[in-house]
Structures are given as structure tokens and as C-alpha cells.
């Protein structure tokens, strides 16, 4: 199945936007179900809420009707201690509901955010280098942090505010409607043709804040792209143009959220004067009838309250719909991810390899490749290579020869369009892609250190590993000596990237973690590149040790770091052109002689 990546923000707005609506937030759905006891609480502390604000009205036309009439003056004081009694017992309930709800509510949010992030994080992190062939770092740091925050915004404050407006507000107009039918039969009549017009122009809204969110993505991953490239840009002197760049994507930004906030004003502005309009005519209507003596003051107090509560209840609608919008535009992008389909996957019944003994066997057969972003070249071309047990093989050639995709392809972060890969005589599309991982140990040529110390960096390799342990993968690699030279030894943290530390000592802290994790298949992919003479040796040497008893494929440009190869195959435009040792390449007089003079007469 090919990998179906989300749309990459330069064309994401362009689509998608016009089809997002409140039903995206169906695809929170999952998340929700399995918190359905704080949501009943949270519905019930609601409903509480909502039905206490609508009985506060009563209360008041009971003060007003029967607390201010005339008669004895001590019947009064006392009938208006009862009744103000009433209203104080009704706001205390409500502020009983309303923070039972309000905590609920904002558990809820906080909870299902987090979740949601865990999952497309996780998602993420399982996606093949397909993936992100397609779609920046960058955009996915976006859809991670802001839009689960307006998911958040929604699902820990706007829904409940429009669920608890929307009981009120319908409650109010049932009272309306009950107490005066005629007059408030009309106004319904006219809030129907309010709506109708305001869901249309909530279509605008919507495409705009999936666009705003776009252009906010795309500032993120500009920034997420320079920041890793610091040393390159300041090197350039190309602070004030990648700052130039940066500001003109967030203006775009900036630009879009305006016209979005503009649009969303005037939808705002339209729901409240339309719907005020409409219920101050019934209010009108209502004091006519007090005037003709058809009903008491303390019904027109009623009425008033209930005027109020439903034109706030339709205000507070308004806003919370621009929000549903908005978080509906980032929940259709996160569904985006989490529906993201890797290409490369585990088999529903994976086969299990027997465990090898002195290292794997692997068998390339026939292997054509081409990568996806690079359709009409191919990387491989009817690539067959066998390599025993035990046996180490450096791949060498020209850059772009393909000895990089052939450790891509043993690793399976790609399947090849032709052929078939065996380890230990399974094939790799065969076994689950973590069993298949944990028999190999890679060391690449650009080191990556993680914002850790270095004891937590080399147990990567092996989490279990004890501190005895690491420390010995650590002295294997020639490590042992720069670390305890570290103002916290093994606990020293090594920065963002190891920018505490050299390239070759980078390097070797690589090597240390391979070297830990022990497993039977051993790549190396330039592994001795940031070295200098000196520790090239040292390494090399610790390389040499770790090779034993196990299966290593070497890619080296350096040929003196691979002559002791037991075999070193020479690449090609994806194809094989010479194998043999060392001494039986250079005096066949070859590619790999030609190579080897350039270089050692150098």
C-alpha cells in the first residue's frame, strides 16, 4: 500500500479547507469514549447549571409580585427576607454547578489533548522516510502543539459554554414561548431566518482559519529548519535573510488570521444585532401588555431576565461557533496524520528468524529501487549480493552509487519495486520491523546525540543495559577517556545535538551505543568520517573488535579504512562492477585500482 502523507502546508489550504466543518470534531470521537463518566458529570453539573439560571427568574417574579406589594410593613420585610433567601439559595447552587462543571470540563480538555498528542506523536514516529519526503518536520511540530491547543480551547471550555448556552437559551425560549405564545411564536419565526443566513456565512470562516492554521504551520517549519542549521546560517551571514524570510511567512500568516478574525467579527456582529433586534421587539410587545394590564410587573421582570439570558445564550453561540471552526480546521488536520498509512509495516503473522551464531546471513537477490520522491531514476539496479556469516563487506564507490540505499533497504525503511531481501534466510518483509531492528546496530556518518547525558545517550542503544555495561561499550569505542574528562563524567548533559562535544567525539559515542547493543548485523555507514588520524586508529581498532562473531556491511569513501574488508564490493550507478579483496581489486587494474591510487598517492 503506498504511504498516503499529509499535504505538504504549501497545498493544504488549497483543498482540504473548503470540506472542514463542526463534523470534523467527529474525529475526536476515540478519544472521548473512553472518559464517558467525567462527560456524563460534566452533562450533568451542566443541565444543573443551566436549569438553576433558569430558575432565577421565577424567583424574581416572586420577589417582585409578592415581596413589594403593599399591606403591613412587617408582612413586607419579611416576605422580602424569604424571597431574597430564594435568590441567594439559587446563586449558590448555581456557583456549586458551575465550578463542579468548570472542573469537569477542563479535566476533560486537558486529558484528551494530552492523549491526542501521544497518539499523533506515536503515529508519527512509526511513519517510513516516505513520509517525511513529503512533509516537513516543521508541519508536524504545528499540528502537534497549536492545533491540539484549539482542540483543547474546545473540548475544555467552548463546547461546554455552548452546550450549557445553548440548554439555557433553548430553556429560555420555551419560558417565553409559554408565558407569552403569540408574541414569542413570531420572534422564533425570525431567529430561523437569522440562523439560516449566519451557517452560510460560517462557511467563510471556516475555510479562512484552516488557512490561518496552514500559514502558522508553515512559519513553524521554517523556523524548525533554520534552527537545526544554525552553524550553516551564521556561517553564510544569512541571519537577516532567513529573518526576512521568516517575518514574510509569518506577515502571510498574520494577514490570513486577519481576515479570518475580520470575517468571524462581522458573523459576531450579525448574530447579536440581529437576534438582539428581534427580542427587544418581543420585549416591547411585553411592556405593551403590562401597560393594558394583561400581565403583572414581576411577569414583565421574568420576561425581561429570560430576553437577556437568551440574547447572551445566542451571543456566547456565536463565539463558540467561530471556535468549532477553527478547531474543526485542526482536528481535520491531525486526523490528517493519525490516518497517514505507512508504507512499511509489520506482517499481521510475522515469521520468526532463528538466532544466528557468529553473525546473520544476508541475501540480496535481483533488487531494483526507485525513491518515491525520485520516480524516474533508479538507486538500484538488479542489485544481487550474498554475505556470509561473520563476514564484514564494504560497499565503496562514487557519491550516488547506491551503497547508502542498500543500508536503507537492509534497515527497511524502503521496499524495493523488484526483488527480494533475506536475513537469515527470511525474507525482511516477512518479519516484524521491530525484530528485524533489533538485529541490527547502526552507526551512521552524521551522529545523532540526543538533548541527554552521556550515559543516557550510549544506553539508547540497549535501555536495559546497566551503567557497568555502557561503560564498557563506552571504553570499546575509545570513549572512556573524553567522557570521564567531562565536567559530570557519564552525567554530563551533552546539549542539543552534542554541541558540547567534537565530531569525533560524537562519533565515537555512536559507535559506543552499536557497540552496546550487541546485535549479529553490524552497518556502517562512514563511521570513521569525523575522526581525525589519531582516533581514526583508535576506532578503528574498537570497530575491528565489534566486528567479530557478527555480519558487517562498511560504506567508506576512505578505501585505507577498509582494506582489511573480507570483501569489498565497488558500486556503480546502482549496480555492482568489481568484488574481491583489496590486493586482487588493485591488481585487476580497475575501477577500485584507479580509486585506490587517486587516493593513496594523495
Do not use: C
Not at 95 to 114: I, K, N, Q
Not at 291 to 316: D, F, K, R
Not at 489 to 499: A, D, N, P, S
Not at 554 to 579: F, N, P, S
Amino acid at each position: 500500500m503506498a504511504a498516503v502523507a499529509p499535504p505538504s502546508s504549501s497545498d493544504s489550504s488549497a483543498q482540504p479547507a473548503s470540506k472542514a466543518s463542526p463534523r470534523s470534531l467527529s474525529g475526536l470521537g476515540p478519544f472521548l469514549r473512553p472518559y464517558r463518566l467525567q462527560i456524563s458529570l460534566a452533562g450533568v453539573f451542566l443541565v444543573l447549571a443551566a436549569v438553576t439560571t433558569l430558575v432565577f427568574p421565577i424567583a424574581l417574579r416572586g420577589l417582585i409580585d409578592g415581596g413589594l406589594i403593599s399591606g403591613d410593613r412587617g408582612q413586607q420585610v419579611m416576605g422580602l427576607a424569604e424571597h431574597f433567601l430564594e435568590l441567594f439559595a439559587v446563586a449558590v447552587a448555581l456557583g456549586m454547578f458551575s465550578a463542579a462543571r468548570f472542573y469537569t470540563v477542563s479535566w476533560l480538555g486537558e486529558r484528551v489533548t494530552a492523549d491526542l498528542r501521544n497518539a499523533v506523536y506515536t503515529h508519527v514516529l512509526r511513519q517510513s522516510p516516505a513520509f517525511f519526503e513529503t512533509t516537513q518536520s516543521g508541519e508536524v511540530l504545528s499540528r502537534i502543539t497549536t492545533d491540539t491547543t484549539l482542540v483543547q480551547t474546545v473540548v475544555g471550555s467552548s463546547l461546554s459554554m455552548g452546550l450549557r448556552n445553548a440548554v439555557m437559551g433553548i430553556g429560555a425560549l420555551a419560558m417565553l414561548v409559554w408565558t407569552n405564545p403569540y408574541v414569542m411564536t413570531q420572534v422564533l419565526l425570525i431567529l430561523v431566518l437569522i440562523i439560516l443566513p449566519s451557517m452560510w456565512f460560517g462557511r467563510r470562516v471556516r475555510r479562512l482559519s484552516r488557512a490561518s492554521q496552514d500559514r502558522v504551520a508553515d512559519s513553524s517549519a521554517i523556523a524548525a529548519e533554520v534552527l537545526n542549521a544554525i552553524p550553516v546560517v551564521q556561517s553564510y551571514t544569512a541571519e537577516t535573510r532567513e529573518s526576512e524570510r521568516f517575518r514574510a511567512s509569518t506577515d502571510s500568516a498574520f494577514k490570513t488570521a486577519v481576515r479570518r478574525a475580520k470575517a468571524r467579527a462581522v458573523l459576531v456582529a450579525f448574530i447579536i444585532i440581529a437576534t438582539s433586534a428581534s427580542l427587544l421587539w418581543g420585549l416591547y410587545e411585553g411592556t405593551q401588555a403590562v401597560l393594558h394590564g394583561e400581565i403583572t410587573p414581576g411577569h414583565l421582570g421574568q420576561t425581561v431576565v429570560y430576553v437577556i439570558i437568551l440574547a447572551s445564550s445566542a451571543a456566547v453561540l456565536g463565539e463558540v461557533y467561530g471556535d468549532l471552526l477553527r478547531a474543526a480546521g485542526a482536528t481535520e488536520r491531525l486526523m490528517e496524520l493519525l490516518h497517514a498509512e505507512s508504507d512499511i509495516a509489520s506482517p499481521q503473522s510475522p515469521a520468526i528468524a532463528p538466532q544466528p551464531v557468529g553473525g546473520s546471513t544476508l541475501e540480496l537477490e535481483g533488487l531494483t529501487f526507485h525513491y518515491p520522491s525520485r520516480p524516474d531514476t533508479a538507486a538500484l539496479r538488479d542489485f544481487s549480493l550474498t554475505v556470509r556469516p561473520g563476514e564484514t563487506v564494504a560497499l565503496v564507490g562514487s557519491s550516488g552509487a547506491g551503497k547508502s540505499t542498500v543500508l536503507q533497504l537492509l534497515l527497511r525503511f524502503y521496499d524495493p519495486q523488484q526483488g527480494r531481501i533475506r536475513l537469515d534466510g527470511v525474507p525482511l518483509d516477512a518479519l516484524a520491523l521491530d525484530d528485524l531492528r533489533a538485529r541490527i546496530g547502526l552507526v551512521p556518518q552524521d551522529a545523532v546525540i540526543f538533548s541527554a547525558s552521556a550515559m543516557e545517550n550510549i544506553r539508547y542503544g540497549r535501555p536495559e543495559a546497566s551503567d557497568d555495561e555502557v561503560r564498557a561499550a563506552a571504553t570499546a569505542a575509545f570513549a572512556d577517556e573524553f567522557i570521564g574528562a567531562l565536567p559530570e563524567g557519564y552525567h554530563t548533559f551533552l546539549g542539543e545535538r552534542g554541541v558540547r562535544l567534537s565530531g569525533g567525539q560524537r562519533q565515537r559515542l555512536a559507535i559506543a551505543r552499536a557497540i552496546l547493543k550487541n546485535a549479529p548485523l553490524l552497518l556502517l555507514d562512514e563511521a570513521t568520517s569525523a575522526l581525525d588520524a589519531q582516533s581514526e586508529r583508535m576506532v578503528q581498532a574498537a570497530l575491528e573488535s565489534a566486528m567479530e562473531n557478527r555480519t558487517t556491511v562498511v560504506i567508506a569513501h576512505r578505501l585505507a579504512t577498509v582494506q582489511k574488508a573480507d570483501r569489498i564490493v565497488v558500486m556503480d550507478h546502482g549496480g555492482i562492477v568489481e568484488q574481491g579483496t583489496h590486493a586482487d581489486l588493485v591488481a585487476r587494474g580497475g575501477v577500485y585500482a584507479r580509486l585506490a591510487a587517486l587516493q593513496f598517492s594523495a
